[in-house]
């Protein structure tokens, strides 16, 4: 027995290649928490200067957004193609390819940051919490050339952990970062890689909420508990709806995303101008309060109970539907906690059966787990980024509804369906080059 015990510690504890595979993760982790710091603040920069722009100018969104898009797609195109998109979907994809490196480069990951700060400078619906989970699982994934440790186990346990601490560190929410890695990820993880994973999601969202000085991301809120009757069949009344508006947005997503795929082959940049254009008409509608990534309209709605214009919830899912199929780098995220919020809120103005704050995140969920299918992630990452485990009970009740109901309109989980359409295209690219 204790040469049991000799052996397993020299095994864990005095072992070099442990200790290397441990300092990788760790290592990388850090880097993780500071980029996704100064990724954070850049974000909220490029948002602000569209808006500086607008306010300056009003005329001048007519040209920026659609010539903006155009220019960020090409980029995408010419010098980092494979950056578009969520960057979800990218993660997952390289869970199933065998060569992964084209999806998970640095040089890659640099120019995910920059052409997403660029599309929300133009205005564009985008979230940036997307893209953090593919430059995190990036710089974990060149953490591996530490470790020195077998190359398919090491890249699944850094892209899990990448991927984790990416949506820990850019919402400030350790645990739905380890809820992210089991639900979206799942068929990647191992019972050995748990440990590391969460010590890698809690590492990366202290780093951040050190830097950002910013302990929860909407602030804190105080909904208050769901006990009356009013309240749980606002539960029911915000699921339905929210859930079947995210799940028809998943749906048009995905329908439009394949059946475009031919014309973004050939005429990717016209195509960009187009939805650009569609995109800053949304604006005009609504004084450009639809532009960027809704999450001052979210935090104004979730913390200071100001509801937007009633037809918010239509422009800003259009909006967030056009700027993902021009082809630029950008998440759903923040863009559908806002569109679900409205839809909250429009409710609350129909039928006031809770109270304002408490609708608006139970749309925000409902609509969230409706569109990605994932519900543990949404009610979770709520509650974190408020600081209200008050509501958790309805939370989780709205969260399962939308993600019930959402199957009547798009039976797909979104990002798998989209990492299979980009796993499609890499195998069709590898037999045109083979």
């Excluded at 979907?89 to 120019?111: F, P």
């Excluded at 560190?169 to 739905?176: E, R, V």
Aim: charged content about 15%.
């Amino acid at each position: 027995m204790k040469l049991r015990r000799l052996r397993y510690i020299r095994r864990v504890l005095l072992s070099r290649r442990a200790w290397r595979v441990r300092l990788a993760f760790l290592l990388g982790a850090v880097l993780v928490g500071l980029v996704s710091s100064a990724f954070g603040v850049l974000s909220e920069q490029a948002n602000r200067l569209f808006f500086r722009i607008a306010d300056a100018e009003p005329l001048a969104p007519l040209l920026l957004t659609p010539l903006g898009l155009v220019l960020v797609a090409w980029l995408a195109r010419r010098f980092f193609p494979g950056s578009e998109g969520s960057g979800i979907n990218q993660v997952i994809a390289a869970l199933e390819l065998r060569t992964k490196s084209k999806l998970l480069t640095l040089k890659l990951a640099a120019g995910k940051i920059l052409l997403t700060l660029l599309g929300q400078s133009c205005g564009a619906s985008i979230g940036r919490e997307g893209p953090t989970v593919h430059v995190a699982a990036a710089i974990m994934y060149s953490m591996r050339r530490i470790a020195r440790f077998p190359a398919d186990y090491m890249a699944r346990g850094m892209l899990l952990a990448g991927g984790a601490a990416g949506i820990s560190a850019a919402f400030n929410t350790p645990l739905a970062g380890v809820v992210f890695a089991f639900e979206e990820m799942l068929r990647g993880f191992t019972p050995r890689l748990a440990g590391i994973v969460i010590l890698s999601v809690v590492l990366s969202a202290l780093v951040s909420m050190l830097l950002m000085d910013q302990r929860y991301y909407f602030g804190t809120a105080a909904a208050g508990r769901a006990e009356a009757l009013g309240d749980w069949l606002a539960v029911v009344l915000c699921g339905v709806v929210a859930g079947l508006a995210g799940g028809l947005f998943a749906f048009l997503l995905l329908r439009f995303s394949r059946a475009m795929a031919p014309l973004m082959a050939s005429h990717g940049l016209a195509v960009a101008f187009v939805c650009g254009s569609v995109l800053v008409l949304m604006g005009v509608l609504t004084d450009y309060q639809v532009m960027g990534s809704g999450y001052d309209v979210a935090k104004a709605l979730v913390i200071d109970g100001e509801a937007p214009a009633p037809l918010y919830p239509l422009y800003k899912f259009i909006a967030s539907l056009a700027s993902y199929l021009s082809g630029i780098p950008g998440g759903i995220f923040a863009p559908a906690l806002a569109t679900g919020g409205g839809i909250g809120a429009d409710l609350h103005r129909l039928t006031a059966l809770a109270p304002l704050d408490l609708m608006v995140l139970l749309g925000m969920v409902a609509y969230f787990a409706g569109a990605v299918k994932s519900p543990l992630t949404s009610f979770v990452i709520v509650m974190e980024m408020t600081d209200d485990q008050n509501t958790l009970l309805a939370l989780m009740s709205a969260a399962m509804i939308g993600y019930g109901v959402s199957f009547l309109v798009s039976p797909q989980p979104l990002y798998h369906s989209l990492a299979q359409l980009l796993i499609e295209r890499e195998e069709q690219q590898a037999r045109r080059d083979g």
